[in-house]
């Protein structure tokens, strides 16, 4: 399907609202110039909008298939994936020392999100590879870093992340799958995953599984787990995929949606693996990747919506249905509901793309400067980019349904495609809800520091534009004024009571930093112009949201028992 990378955007949020300049100017990203970020961008819109978008149906119409114990791909993404390779897409954050380009993680989610947009179900694959890299890089021995991650990087070989069983879901302590030494070194796996995206494909030598399983004498529970590398082949002694592992694809998932990405149920039978990490500090290693991938999951919800908006607002401009206010303009975007829901969509764009931007800077500060109060915010912002992200995604996506309106429930207009490639992002990797669990609990073991330090920098960029802005300004610093007294509130509860309200504090959080976002556009645009306009439709309209998830914050948990289960049964 058609998409225009929004490249406009990218240059405008970088310069002038997540502060990358700060990320340029370390030494560790010096690279960074203007004129690499203009090449690193231009190329990959042009990847996205000549190659990758015109798989984005197929993928859809004909899904990977297993054939014979081997996974046929859909057609074309054998050679959209060599595309993206032979372009180092898969390596732009990795470690030069094993081919990367070492650039900031920055650069690589605005390059995720026009994948993405294009073609969701391939760009899954190098998304996977790169968490891959980024666990190896932080855990691994040196002959495993040697050996694999050159390979991932040249997108030889592909990873993915094992982590879900049948019987555990998100309890991953409950996991069954066990891992017994061999005496060389190596281990023998045996278990079965299920959900693993891309757990095969027909167009990369090798496929490596990091593999959580338990070791004789692990305790039970996540304190308990390793963490294994287990390849499909092992390689031989010059480093070449070699013999046939003992594994395979059980079965590959009948989906809702993401029909060209294989989620395959794996089978494990005492595969050889190699230990990364310590013994029993499995979790702990996978929360490398999984941290990474939370990040680009939440970008997806964001290519998503992008994707989503732009098919909408093709099709409200050309579709011509009654008589409208506007003068010169027949078509359904002239209506008062119809410009209600674009306008909408694009503030959300905005705002999630702007939040994601922000977590990705923070996660380049902190790696170059090592600041305690920059690994603060990228963890704050970590599950808040995730969850909004694709709550945005899902929102955005129907309401391009909406948009549509009967064509919208008609497959062959393709906008029902993007709802249901973009649902699943809000359930893998974490849920939302374990988001917002992570935001109120771990990320508040700070007592909130971390929150309070970006509440005051909203409110005090909100209080200097009150003279330029003062309607904007004075919503956007009350309603981040309640969010701080709505924090105070959250971290004097017991843990059971924070949940009860978490979603809604994570979405609160989510609205209040996006309409700071919007206000800073505004600042940065300097005139009553486009982006003042929408950062209007951001604060008057979505910004009062907020009021209604605070009230929920405060309220604790005990009325969501008093029902039995028999009365939830009645």
């Known amino acids: ?78 050679e959209g994936y060599r595309a993206i390779v032979d372009g180092g ?45 980024e666990a190896l890089e932080h855990h691994a021995s040196d002959e495993i870093k040697a050996l694999y991650i050159p390979k991932l990087i040249s997108g030889e070989w592909c990873g993915t992340m094992n982590l879900t069983e049948a019987q555990a879901g998100s309890d991953v302590g409950a996991l069954r799958s066990k891992a017994e030494p061999n005496g060389d070194g190596t281990y023998a796996v045996t278990g079965q995953k299920i959900y693993i995206s891309w757990g095969d494909n027909d167009f990369a030598e090798n496929i490596c599984h990091l593999v959580l399983a338990r070791l004789p004498g692990g305790a039970e529970g996540t304190k308990g787990i390793s963490l294994f590398l287990v390849p499909k082949f092992i390689p031989d002694a010059q480093g070449n995929a070699g013999a046939t592992n003992s594994l395979s694809v059980v079965s590959l998932e009948h989906k809702m949606g993401l029909h060209g990405s294989p989620t395959a149920i794996m089978q494990y039978d005492g595969a050889t693996g190699w230990l990364i990490g310590e013994p029993h500090k499995g979790m702990a290693a996978m929360f490398t990747m999984m941290n990474n991938a939370r990040l680009g999951v939440g970008v997806q919800g964001i290519s998503v919506a992008e994707g989503a908006y732009q098919h909408a607002l093709a099709y409200a401009m050309e579709r011509k249905q009654g008589k409208t206010p506007t003068a010169g303009n027949d078509a359904i975007s002239g209506h008062a509901d119809v ?77 029902a495609q993007y709802l249901r490639d973009v649902r699943v992002t809000a359930i893998y990797e974490g849920t939302n809800g374990i988001q917002a669990m992570d935001l109120v609990g771990r990320k508040m073991m700070d007592k909130g520091e971390a929150a309070f330090r970006l509440i005051e920098e909203i409110e005090t960029n909100a ?55 919007h206000l800073c556009a505004a600042m940065a645009e300097g005139k009553d112009g486009p982006r003042t306009a929408l950062a209007r439709v951001a604060i008057k309209r979505l910004l009062p949201q907020h009021k209604a998830l605070l009230a929920q914050v405060s309220l604790g948990a005990e009325e969501l028992y008093a029902l039995s289960d028999a009365d939830l049964l009645a």
């Not at 070492?102 to 969701?120: D, I």
């Open 339 to 415: 410009r209600r829901m674009l306008t909408t969509m694009k503030a959300e764009v905005f705002s999630a793309r702007a939040i994601a931007l922000a977590c990705a800077v923070a996660i380049d500060m902190a790696k170059a400067t090592g600041s305690p109060e920059w690994k603060a915010r990228a963890a704050l912002l970590t599950p808040i980019t995730k969850a909004f992200g694709t709550d945005t995604g899902i929102a955005v996506a129907d309401m391009g349904i909406q948009v549509h309106g009967g064509m919208g429930f008609i497959e062959e207009t393709g906008a």
């Open 463 to 517: 209080h200097g534009v009150r003279a330029q802005y003062p309607n904007m300004a004075t919503a956007v610093w009350d309603a981040a004024e309640s969010l701080r007294e709505a924090t105070e509130g959250l971290i004097s509860q017991e843990m059971n009571d924070r949940f009860a309200g978490a979603v809604a504090y994570q979405q609160a959080f989510a609205r209040v930093l996006g309409s700071h976002y």
């Open 1 to 78: 399907m058609p998409y225009n990378a929004p490249l406009t955007e990218y240059r405008f949020l970088l310069d002038h609202i997540v502060g990358f300049d700060q990320v340029a100017a370390t030494q560790t990203y010096a690279d960074a110039s203007p004129d690499t970020v203009e090449a690193i961008l231009s190329e990959a819109a042009k990847l996205a909008q000549t190659v990758l978008a015109p798989l984005q149906r197929a993928g859809d119409l004909h899904p990977a298939k297993l054939e014979s114990g081997v996974v046929r791909t859909s057609p074309g993404f054998a």
């Open 89 to 133: 897409w898969v390596s732009i954050a990795a470690n030069p020392e094993f081919g990367g380009m070492g650039l900031p993680m920055t650069l690589t989610t605005a390059v995720n999100e026009m994948m993405g947009s294009a073609c969701l179900s391939l760009q899954l694959n190098p998304l996977m590879t790169q968490g891959q890299i």
